[in-house]
Every structure is written in C-alpha cells, then in structure tokens.
C-alpha cells in the first residue's frame, strides 16, 4: 500500500504535535465512507453513527500507534470493522430493519417508477431486496465485512485484508464464501444457478 494522502498525513502529524483540532479533518474527511461501511454492518443510521462514533474515538485514542507509511483509511476501515463487529456481538438480536440495496438518497425511482416496469417487476425487486438483506445478517462478522468492503466500497484485495488483518488467500475466501452462500439462497429467485 502507498503512503497516506499528504493532507491525511499533516493532520495526523499536528494531532500528533498536540493540536486537537486537526483530528477534525480527519473526521470530515473519513466520516461518509465509514459511516456507509458501517450502515451496512448495523442496518440502520442509529446504529451506524454509534459505530462510527466509537471508530473515530478509538483512533483519536491510538493515533500514536499509527504507522504514517500506511494508509489512514484502510486503518480506520479496520477500526470500522472491529467497532462493527463488537457492535453486532453486543447487539446479538434479529434486526427488522436491515441494509438496502442502495444507500438512501433523495426520492429514487420509488416514488416516479418507470412506465416500462410493471407491479410484477417492482415486487421481484422488493422480494430480492428483502431476502438480500436477511441473508447478508447471516452471513459471519468476517463475510460481510469482506463482500461490503469488496462489493461495496470497492476496496482491493489487499486493502481488505489489510483491513480484516487476513492473508490474501483467506480474504479472497471471505468474499467467494459469501458470494456463494448469498447466490445459492437468491439465485432461484433471479433465476441464476448457485
């Protein structure tokens, strides 16, 4: 992995020299991406902000152990991970509100459906959703944190495992074992072989 982007690495090195504002550019700039990853992880904003807060907490507290010749936001997406993780273990309870397909934005298609889609089409589409949803909470802590990371935010291989602290190996595992298990429930659905 590269060095940090330089504006990452000036705000950690004036943290670093006691000023506690630059940590404040840390957060802006971070703060979207992670807290999609961990929208994604909970399911619901609440839950999210929490995980989000407590990230940024746990870094602010160990930016000491920071190697600069790393890559902030891989770190802070292992942070992520990790507060996502213990999150979901503190939290064990099956959760009504689960992840969308697509982040929330403003009114989709949802409210002005294309004229070419028919109520048949709209209800595949909210079935898959849903089964999606209740298949990714099945899916181990490490399964989903890969296929989100990799699916998701487009993160490489390497990032990933950098991340999760994985070989390459495991963590190309990671995502075929939650790409099968995700495929083999909802294939029949869409009409695909597992």
Request: glycine residues 8%.
């Amino acid at each position: 992995m590269g060095r940090m982007e330089g504006s990452d690495a000036a705000a950690v090195a004036e943290t670093l020299a006691g000023d506690e504002e630059a940590f404040a550019a840390v957060v802006q700039r971070h703060s979207r991406s992670l807290f999609r990853l961990a929208y994604r992880m909970t399911g619901n904003e609440h839950d999210a902000e929490e995980v989000v807060q407590e990230t940024f907490l746990r870094a602010y507290r160990r930016l000491d152990q920071f190697e600069a010749r790393a890559n902030l936001s891989t770190w802070l997406y292992s942070i992520a991970v990790n507060c996502g993780r213990d999150f979901l273990q503190k939290h064990k309870r099956q959760r009504q509100n689960t992840v969308p397909l697509e982040p929330a934005g403003p009114a989709r298609e949802r409210e002005n459906p294309s004229p070419e889609l028919g109520p048949d089409r709209l209800a595949l589409g909210s079935e898959l959703g849903r089964r999606l949803n209740l298949e990714m909470d099945r899916l181990t802590a490490q399964e989903r944190a890969a296929l989100i990371l990799r699916h998701y935010e487009g993160l490489s291989i390497a990032e990933i495992g950098s991340t999760l602290g994985l070989r390459p190996s495991a963590t190309k595992n990671s995502i075929f074992r939650a790409v099968h298990k995700l495929r083999r429930v909802l294939g029949p659905v869409v009409g695909v072989r597992a």
